[in-house]
């Protein structure tokens, strides 16, 4: 099979290398720490100090990074993808990155001869190490055409949603989309108790009717109503994201005052919910400590 190049080894990128691995792909690794460079490495990962190995050996290079400032840094950076052109090679963008910044690379890459794709995701280091994380891809057919047997071994669903840059966008509004209904839900949570109905059992009608969602299906009875806030996505990721979108709409003269308050909402447990907490800890605002029935 093809060599895979992935280029950043936290969660999401060990369990991406882990998965793709499984499924029989030569499987390249960078990772700017050395100490993560070397636990890959003794997972059967080659891993490399440079990027360079990557671009020459690979026919797909996957980023799985924090930031769009960092995307752009492995992309343009002294030692970066474009220092390093090889025409052919295509470049997939998991990370939740902005989408100006992703169509601005694009066109770089485009002129060294090379492709980019955004296939942001979703389902968190336990989605990325069992293959089973969920894509919305941004790109040309014939680049999602090319890359799709790859993504096939890391994803259990995938949609292309558009060309390059709508991938991004759709994964800033579904996590905007995810931060509003932790908060909404857990009011309800909320109602429900002070009215002395089991939130468990409330969640169940809720499911069974129109006011369900990804977070009263999963979030609530997964993480938070069993106290457990073990996702391994943390507060400051999801603070990062829901920044990025109340940059989007406001680079789009969007006034929307739902999202607004919900950017407020999250900025402000800063002072109160650490960055390196589970992210559904968040309904703490509305629930207190006490988050089990």
Known sequence: MAAVGIIGLGNMGRGMALSLKRSGYRVL??????????????????????IGPLCRDAEIVI???????????????KNGLLAHARPGLLVVDTSTSHPQTTRKLSGLLADAGMALMDAPVSGGPKGAITGTMTMVIGGSDADVARATPVLEAM??????????????????????????????AAEAVRIAREAGVDAERMLEGINAGSGRSGV?????????LNGAFDSGFSMKLMRKD????????????????????????????????PDGADFNRIVELQLGQATTN
């Open 29 to 50: 690794g960078f990772d700017a720490v050395e100490a993560t460079r070397a636990a890959l490495a003794e997972e059967g990962i080659e891993t490399f100090s440079d």
């Open 63 to 77: 980023l799985s990074l924090p930031t769009a400032a960092i995307v752009e840094e492995v992309v343009t950076g």
């Open 155 to 184: 994803s259990a669903k995938r949609v292309h949603v558009g060309p390059v840059g709508a991938g991004h966008v759709t994964k800033i509004i579904n996590n905007l989309l995810c931060a509003a209904q932790l908060l909404t």
């Open 216 to 224: 009263t299906l999963v979030n609530f009875p997964t993480w938070v």
């Open 242 to 273: 829901v920044r990025l979108a109340e940059q989007f709409m406001g680079e789009l003269g969007l006034s929307l005052p739902l999202a607004a308050d919900t950017a407020r909402i999250w900025a402000e447990s800063v002072a109160t919910i």
